[in-house]
């Protein structure tokens, strides 16, 4: 089992352009997450997918849309990516929300926005 | 907004000596979670700690859960090379990763 996939691995993107980060997983979860990581900032949730078919905003989802395609796939895209925006962006799925349930997260997308 | 602040958020030590990493909150989490994140991969759990006062150990590894369910530590003896990397606590107020609050991580690095 593959776990948490991401693609691509790297991006560089001009300011205003757009592009969208792919996520799929094989373990059957029912939810899905994408974060952001930055110095001295952590985590920071930018939007979640509790079922397939619902989605809803985290601490930081401006500038951000996502995308539930099925129970595997869960997609985020940057419309008009800004320098703001440069980060290593990780998805993540949980089995449940039973609670005491572990993130498995992917090896992350590095984004540079110049 | 539930805070959780780790410390120290750097430490650097020489192969074989022990440490404490803490990871501490005004609020009362419903179960603690550790993970640990190497350079270019994702973070990955080591434990969870649910029960108040709860210790588990995990090789040279010691995770205490405060009797409130407030804080946390994780202490490692004789530290190894192979320890080197970000430590992150995550505390769980409900189900659900949206239910989790971080830590901003401890950057360990164990020095040969």
């Known amino acids: 089992n593959a776990g948490v996939t991401q693609t691509p691995k790297f991006q560089v993107l001009k300011t205003g352009q757009s592009m969208t980060l792919q996520c799929a997983q094989d373990?059957?979860?029912?939810?899905m997450y994408w974060y952001r990581q930055d110095p001295g900032m952590g985590l920071r949730l930018i939007y979640y997918?509790?079922?397939?078919?619902?989605?809803d905003k985290g601490e930081v989802p401006n500038g951000y849309n996502v995308s539930r395609l099925n129970k595997r796939e869960f997609s985020l895209r940057l419309e008009s990516a800004a320098p703001s925006q440069t980060s290593v962006y990780f998805c993540?799925?949980?089995?449940?929300?039973?609670?005491?349930?572990?993130?498995?997260f992917g090896n992350g997308t590095r984004l540079t926005v110049t | 907004t539930q805070l959780l602040e780790q410390s120290p958020q750097f430490l650097s030590i020489q192969e074989g000596e022990n440490l404490t990493v803490y990871c501490n909150s005004s609020?009362?989490?419903?179960?603690l979670q550790w993970y640990r994140q190497e350079p270019g991969e994702g973070p990955v759990l080591l434990v969870t700690?649910?029960?108040?006062?709860e210790v588990k150990k995990l090789k040279r590894l010691t995770f205490q859960f405060g009797d409130a369910r407030k804080d946390s530590s994780l202490h490692i003896t004789a530290a190894q090379p192979g320890d080197t990397g970000l430590y992150l606590c995550?505390?769980?107020?409900?189900?659900?990763?949206?239910?989790?609050?971080f830590g901003k991580g401890t950057h360990l690095i164990i020095q040969p």
């Open positions: 993540a799925s949980i089995r449940g929300l039973e609670g005491n349930s572990p993130l498995h």
């Open positions: 373990m059957n979860h029912n939810s």
């Open positions: 997918s509790a079922s397939e078919g619902t989605t």
């Open positions: 609020s009362v989490f419903s179960s």
């Open positions: 995550a505390g769980e107020s409900r189900g659900g990763a949206d239910g989790l609050t």
């Open positions: 700690v649910v029960t108040g006062g």
